[in-house]
Each structure stands twice: as structure tokens, then as C-alpha cells.
């Protein structure tokens, strides 16, 4: 039987009740922010200001990113259990370029 999908802007989303589309929510909002602060980081002159401050939101960001995939993993794990393993990753990377930095 097909799992029950919602259409959203065209796309279809999996029904997998309202936790699993709230954390998918703050899921792709963490995302943007993650996106827009990387590369401002990236393309920021490397001085005291606005790094930093872009790179703070970005961890933020990875932080809640990781949070919310292990949210949707639990919920949809043979689905998601790939997603799941890619934030890990970014979490993990993340973690160990600031713990590096200080």
C-alpha cells in the first residue's frame, strides 16, 4: 500500500503526522540559514566582526539541522536513516572546525 503523501508548493511530502512536519519545517528553515551564513563566511574578509558572528549562526544552524534529521530518522527510519547519516556528518564537521578554532 502507498504511504499518504501531502503536495506542498508541487512537492510530495510524506503524512507522517505533525512532529515529522514540523521537524521538517524548522528543518529546511535551519537549512536556509545554514546556506545563506556559510557563504558569507566563506566570502567574508577573515577578520574580528562578521565571521564570527556568521560562522556562530551557522553551527546554530548545523546544530538544529542535526536535531530535527534525527527527529524525521526516528519517525521514518528506513527511510531517512541516509539523511540521518549525512547530518551526523555536518554536525560532526561543524563540531570539529570549532573546537579547532578555539
Known amino acids: 500500500m502507498p504511504e499518504p503523501t501531502i503536495v506542498i508548493l508541487g512537492l510530495e511530502i510524506p503524512d507522517a503526522g505533525p512532529v515529522f512536519l514540523a521537524a521538517l519545517a524548522l528543518h529546511v528553515a535551519a537549512s536556509l540559514a545554514c546556506v545563506v551564513s556559510g ?41 531517512n536513516a541516509h539523511l540521518f547519516a549525512i547530518a551526523a556528518l555536518a554536525f560532526a564537521t561543524a563540531m570539529t572546525g570549532w573546537r579547532l578554532r578555539r
Open 39 to 79: 557563504a558569507l563566511a566563506a566570502l567574508s574578509p577573515k577578520r574580528p566582526g562578521r565571521p564570527p558572528r556568521v560562522g556562530h549562526v551557522h553551527l546554530y544552524g548545523i546544530t538544529i539541522v542535526f536535531m530535527t534529521a534525527t527527529v524525521m530518522a526516528a519517525i521514518r527510519w528506513e527511510h
